[in-house]
C-alpha cells in the first residue's frame, strides 16, 4: 500500500507556505517541511523533489496538494495538474476549524484538512 503525503499551500499573491505532512492515526502527525516560497508552480515542483530526498521518506508515496479557493482561482490548480500533481481547491467555508479560536488559514491546517477529509472541493 503506498503511502499518500498531503502538502497544504497558503497561496498568496506574494508567496506561498507549503507544509508536507503525512497523517498517523493514534499518534503526532508527520511534518516532512513546512517552508515559504516565491509564488512560481515550479517552486511547487521542486518542492516535492525535495521531499524525495528526506529522512523517512524512501518508500513509494503518492503527493495530494490543495489551497484554498481565493484569488488565484484555477490557474496554479491548472499549472500543477498540468504537471502530473494531484491538486484540489478548499472551498473556504466547507474546512474543518476549531470554532472556540478562529486563526487564519494556513499551510498545516490545510494538510489536516486534505489528510482528514474536512473540506469540500471546488469544482470548475
Not at 498531503?6 to 503526532?28: F, K, Q, W
Not at 524512501?58 to 490557474?75: F, H, M, R, T, V
Not at 466547507?94 to 486563526?103: D, F, G, Y
Request: glycine residues 6%; charged residues 20%; neutral net charge.
Amino acid at each position: 500500500m503506498k503511502r499518500i503525503l498531503r502538502i497544504g499551500m497558503d497561496v498568496h499573491s506574494a508567496n506561498y507556505t507549503l507544509c508536507a505532512m503525512e497523517p498517523v492515526i493514534g499518534e503526532d502527525d508527520r511534518i516532512f517541511a513546512n517552508i515559504q516560497v516565491t509564488p512560481d508552480y515550479k517552486n511547487i515542483l521542486m518542492f516535492i523533489e525535495n521531499l524525495k530526498i528526506k529522512p523517512g521518506l524512501d518508500a513509494e508515496y503518492d503527493i495530494q496538494c490543495g489551497y484554498k479557493a481565493g484569488c488565484l482561482g484555477y490557474s496554479l490548480y491548472n499549472q500543477l495538474t498540468t504537471a502530473d500533481v494531484k491538486c484540489v481547491i478548499l472551498a473556504p467555508t466547507t474546512m474543518l476549524t476549531s470554532q472556540e479560536k478562529r486563526v487564519k488559514t494556513d499551510a498545516l491546517m490545510i494538510a489536516q484538512c486534505l489528510s482528514y477529509g474536512g473540506y469540500h472541493a471546488v469544482y470548475a
